[in-house]
């Protein structure tokens, strides 16, 4: 079955340092690997995606993704947080042999960046 | 260029009550997808459209929840005589899915409409 596993329920990140937010999956095929943010009473909004290529993805707001197929992760990163990248995040997955190409939703992970 | 379009943004209703949320989708895309987020929580898949056809609706309650995307208009999620259960934000999301990007496509979101069930 397929499943998103996003381990931590918040993280937290003085602001200049750098973020990483963790995201697993299990497909039985091969991922297509998203991340979308929700800021407070918004719809989520598209970060990046990897469909094949290169390993690492950059997406919007200086974010960036790097799938790692031996460890089935795709973690989202930043080098230097800025205190208005706090929100939640959200990793999600389709599995190339759903049929139906559902998009699985990992729970979310809050973070939070201080000034 | 107007993306994914919901109306109401809140919606407050009785218990026994309908509520009716409404979905335009960007211009050009012809899937719909209805999600469920209660507070603290994710989003749950609820059903996939494309007009005049539901794809999969496994995420939907089997009973008072109904969803449509006709031909002319926005797609509608129904929920007949609501509980208090039913208070949450339910999130739409589009996309075009071509032939060829099946699968590979984005979703776009809307803002949510926040049903509350008094």
């Known amino acids: 079955a397929q499943s998103v596993a996003q381990p931590e329920d918040q993280v937290n990140v003085a602001e200049g340092n750098p973020l990483t937010v963790k995201c697993t999956y299990s497909?039985?095929?091969?991922?297509?690997l998203f991340w979308y943010v929700q800021y407070p009473n918004r719809g989520l909004q598209f970060l990046l995606k990897y469909i094949t290529g290169d390993n690492l993805v950059k997406g919007s707001y200086g974010f960036e993704a790097e799938f790692n197929k031996s460890q089935t992760s795709f973690h989202l990163k930043k080098p230097s947080a800025l205190v208005s990248d706090s929100a939640l995040y959200f990793c999600?997955?389709?599995?190339?042999?759903?049929?139906?190409?559902?998009?699985?939703w990992g729970a979310g992970t809050k973070l939070i960046i201080k000034p | 260029n107007a993306g994914v379009m919901q109306n109401p943004r809140h919606l407050v209703r009785r218990r026994g009550q309908e509520a009716r949320l409404r979905c335009s989708p960007m211009k050009g895309h012809s899937h719909v997808y209805w999600y469920r987020q209660l507070p603290e929580e994710g989003l749950k898949f609820m059903v996939y459209l494309q007009k005049e056809n539901i794809i999969d609706e496994s995420g939907m309650p089997k009973e008072r929840f109904s969803a449509e995307f006709p031909k002319e208009g926005p797609s509608i999620l129904r929920i007949q005589q609501v509980v208090r259960g039913d208070s949450a934000a339910y999130f739409c999301?589009?996309?075009?899915?071509?032939?060829?990007?099946?699968?590979?496509?984005?979703?776009?979101f809307g803002p949510g409409t926040r049903l509350t069930v008094l």
């Open positions: 999600a997955v389709r599995d190339t042999l759903d049929s139906n190409y559902q998009l699985i």
């Open positions: 497909v039985s095929g091969n991922p297509y």
């Open positions: 999301a589009s996309s075009p899915r071509t032939g060829r990007a099946l699968g590979t496509d984005t979703q776009y």
